[in-house]
């Protein structure tokens, strides 16, 4: 077997590549995983703020508490 298919760094042609990967692609992969993280901790965060507002507050944002409770209930991977 290949250092190559054993996913061995090369660096034919100034590219850098780990198992048919480049770096680059690796790093947006990466940047693209820990955005996508830190936007379903932040929707939680919110949704749980949504579910703590009192109802004048609710209606000042002109949500129910049934609008409020539907949102605050879904899961934090949900858009």
Request: net charge positive; hydrophobic share 40%; no cysteine.
């Amino acid at each position: 077997m290949s250092r190559r298919a054993l996913g061995a760094v090369s660096t034919d042609r100034g590219m850098v590549s780990l198992g048919g990967m480049s770096l680059v692609g690796a790093r947006r992969f990466a940047k693209r995983a820990l955005g996508e993280v830190l936007g379903m901790i932040e929707r939680h965060r919110q949704r749980r703020s949504l579910a703590a507002l009192d109802d004048h507050l609710l209606r000042d944002v002109g949500l129910s508490r049934t609008d409020a409770r539907r949102e605050a209930d879904k899961a934090f991977w949900q858009e």
